[in-house]
């Protein structure tokens, strides 16, 4: 299998965050001798005037000196108001209902790979590229398939499942066979002025990290409730379940002589459950939303990821109808969020992204 990438001369818009991956794609299909347009997305405005950690304005300048130091167009779009509907909106309400959500994907499915994707061919461009840690691959049949990137520390494959398979076509990860110290050496190669810039943490429209803080201040905040064991014993009372996730340890605010986690969360009635850790395995994840870029093949092994940096476990049966699929797993995995991504692999390697969705309310134990 070839990584897909653009011919020399072909038009593409590059989505540049004005962090160092984004930057360096586009500077490495300029030296390849395509047409770049830079486009800067601006997502997100906090309410007291802060711009949001992946578009503020120092990183919006950034993306427009990288662009002049290359010679090529640039262009910021407001999104903020799409963004709030499709991402934050959504965040906050999953949080209320008492899920995990997952905004990368978000807004990959809805803003990225969709919405820019259409913005691309107004502007006649060929390709839409990103400083993805992913691979676009084209077979000898020439299907073309998602698949994990070279560099598994950095591989963000799974936050792309929601990619239509028709646009894959369109679609380039010029970083896909980089590893994360090559991008550096290949930007400051090129004199990529954001070389040396620190990668973004956390949810890039919370960049302080205080999760349940932004989600109070948005309306979200749950009401407060009890705090059982698995057997209903009551142990204590909470402030709101906003403020937990499945398998959760610190902040559980219960004494105990032994680690307590967050085993689930019901909602209904605002109650929060934990336990032994052992009580967090869980043998068949249900997952709704479901998105196929390629069904497997009959007696093909198959492996899921329920959280971004859990290993891939083996799946035992999977059964599915409509956007519902029902994964058994060969061997349980621990803290299954729902409300979080679980994404389907296969391929001769393992590294091919088959589909993936949201995983359900509940889960078997």
């Known amino acids: 299998m070839t990584l897909q990438l653009p011919a020399p001369g072909d038009r593409v818009v590059v989505a540049m965050s004005g962090g160092v991956d984004s930057s360096v794609a586009a500077a490495l299909l300029h030296e390849r001798g ?19 950690g992946c578009c503020t304005p120092e990183d919006v300048t950034d993306a427009r000196r990288v662009c002049a130091d290359l010679g090529v167009r640039h262009y910021v779009l407001n999104y903020k108001d799409a963004f709030e509907r499709a991402v934050v909106k959504p965040f906050v309400d999953f949080y209320r209902r008492g ?3 997952n905004p990368c994907a978000q807004c990959n499915n809805i803003l990225k790979f969709d919405r820019l994707l259409r913005r691309t061919r107004e502007l006649d461009a060929r390709w839409l590229a990103t400083g993805h840690y992913a691979r676009i691959l084209r077979g000898d049949d020439g299907e073309l398939r ?3 990137a070279q560099d598994a520390a950095k591989d963000q494959s799974y936050f792309l499942y929601g990619v239509q398979r028709s646009a894959l076509p369109f679609i380039t990860f010029p970083l896909g066979d980089h590893r994360k110290e090559e991008a550096r050496d290949d930007a400051r190669r090129l004199g990529v002025r954001t070389s040396d810039k620190p990668d973004s943490q956390d949810v890039c429209f919370i960049p302080d990290g205080r999760t349940a803080e932004f989600v109070r201040k ?8 009890p705090i059982v064991d698995d057997s209903g014993r009551r142990l204590g009372s909470h402030q709101g379940l906003h403020a937990f996730t499945v398998g959760q340890r610190r902040g559980v605010g219960v004494a105990s002589t032994h680690p307590l986690y967050v085993l ?14 052992d009580k967090l395995d869980a043998s068949v994840v249900q997952a709704e939303g479901w998105n196929w870029l390629r069904e497997p093949a009959l007696g093909e092994s198959l492996a899921v990821k329920v959280r971004y940096r859990s290993p891939p476990a ?3 049966a999977l059964k599915s109808k409509e956007e519902s699929v029902r ?10 969020a729902p409300g979080q991504a679980v994404v389907l692999y296969g391929g001769d ?3 091919e992204v088959l589909g993936g969705g949201t995983i359900g309310a509940t889960t078997e134990n």
């Open 349 to 351: 390697h393992m590294d």
């Open 327 to 336: 994964i058994s797993l060969a061997t349980p995995v621990r803290a299954v």
């Open 146 to 148: 998602l698949a994990r």
């Open 314 to 316: 083996p799946v035992a």
């Open 34 to 52: 395509c047409e770049v347009i830079g486009i800067t997305l601006s997502l997100y405005e906090d309410p007291d005037g802060v711009e949001g």
């Open 218 to 225: 948005h309306g979200g905040a749950a009401e407060p409730g």
């Open 264 to 277: 689930r969360l019901e909602p209904e009635s605002h109650t929060l459950v934990v336990g032994s850790p």
């Open 99 to 101: 899920l995990t959500p």
